[in-house]
């Protein structure tokens, strides 16, 4: 929620502060930053220190962000705000998903992580409307506040449920043992290959969703409304599907899900060229894109944390931080071959993304939770 939300208020700080839309929208590169370059170290930390304690260490970090963002008066003052929130998201988010992989049975581990893309899907639907709905009665400071709090409460409840939950490497680590901690999990067998399989199947979905906006706005002047319930739908749908792929994937095999869904959403990108325009019939082909991206991103999203039990969180930390690079990556990628070859080419593009995706994730073969949990 927090990390979507902030689309609906771009303009508003913009108008408010008297600068450019783009200057504005730097607010989502100086969250992003961070929290991919941070990811990539934050489970080598949790695995040599204290899983709990570093866990909380987000949730107040990211609490702190959120509320020095609410009080900030002008944009460098929000920027930096948005850094330190960005930092806190990047330590729990990737913690959160591995903890699940250890609290869990393996022969169910599918069907949490599905209920974690259920509650992620559900949070990026209604950010954007949160936002606004914040913004119009009270102002948009009061969201990040209400971030803040939420992010604080989490922590609370965490910290009251839980118990230390790792061991501490006997010879006093330090933050430099991190560096040998990722450089290990980035040579588990399969890691990579996830990674970018992640990175280039997320290159599609964002390519697909915000170059087919512009497409619609330019070309058939659809109103924002319209456009903005096409896109929706996508995360709608996944609200659904999510848990549905886990528990398919629990039971039919990771491999075989991921590739099903993944030819799913390469066929609908697919029609959307093939078919000529029509508002309900692309409402259809984004509702089914939707359904097997979240179905892809659920089984991904398991063998990632499948992948290395002994490594489960710094293998994750890994994992996320590639895939969400790929948020980042798809408008540098993809904008060329838009203002060359307008959306025709962008869905070739993104369907050579897909394809690319479904061979590493093939390469990386199906996970096994044999091995131990211990941690170094």
């Not at 009080?71 to 998903?97: E, H, K, T, Y």
């Not at 319930?229 to 528990?247: M, R």
Request: hydrophobic letters at 55%; aromatic letters at 14%; a neutral charge.
């Amino acid at each position: 929620m927090g990390g979507i939300g902030i689309i609906t208020l771009i303009p508003v700080m913009a108008d408010e502060w008297s600068i450019e839309f783009a200057t504005a929208s730097l607010a989502i590169t100086f969250y992003m930053i961070p929290f991919v370059m941070v990811q990539l170290f934050s489970g080598s930390i949790a695995q040599l220190f204290d899983v709990r304690k570093t866990l909380l260490f987000g949730f107040i970090i990211y609490a702190l962000g959120a509320f020095l963002c609410g009080i900030s008066g002008n944009l460098a003052g929000f920027l930096g705000s948005r850094v330190v929130q960005g930092m806190g998201a990047a330590f729990f988010f990737p913690i959160i998903m591995a903890l699940i992989g250890e609290l869990v049975p393996p022969e169910h581990v599918g069907k949490a992580i599905g209920t974690l893309g259920m509650a992620y899907t559900i949070g990026v639907t209604i950010g954007p409307f949160i936002s606004g709905a914040i913004d119009v009665r009270y102002g948009w400071p009061w969201f990040f506040f209400l971030l803040a709090g939420l992010s604080l409460l989490s922590g609370l409840l965490y910290w009251i449920s839980s118990a230390s939950t790792g061991k501490v490497d006997r010879e006093s680590p330090t933050i430099l043992a991190a560096f040998g901690i990722l450089k290990k999990s980035l040579l588990q067998p399969g890691v990579l290959y996830l990674s970018f399989s992640a990175f280039s199947f997320f290159v599609a979905y964002i390519g697909i969703m915000t170059f087919t906006a512009d497409y619609l706005r330019t070309y058939f002047q659809l109103p924002s409304d319209q456009i903005g319930a096409l896109l929706s739908v996508t995360g709608i749908s996944g609200v659904i599907v999510s848990p549905i792929a886990g528990f398919a994937g629990d039971y039919l095999g990771r491999i075989r899900v991921f590739l099903g869904s993944a030819a799913l959403s390469l066929v609908c990108v697919a029609l959307m060229g093939f078919i000529g325009f029509s508002y309900w019939v692309h409402f259809t082909l984004f509702l089914l894109f939707g359904t097997g991206a979240a179905s892809s991103w659920t089984t991904l999203n398991t063998m990632a944390v499948q992948a290395c039990p002994s490594f489960r969180k710094p293998v994750t930390s890994v994992y996320n931080a590639v895939k969400f690079a790929g948020y980042a990556a798809s408008p540098v990628i993809l904008s060329p071959l838009y203002s060359l070859f307008q959306i025709r080419a962008v869905r070739w593009g993104c369907m050579a993304a897909i394809l690319i995706a479904a061979m590493l994730a093939f390469m990386a073969g199906e996970p096994s939770e044999e091995g131990d949990d211990d941690v170094l």
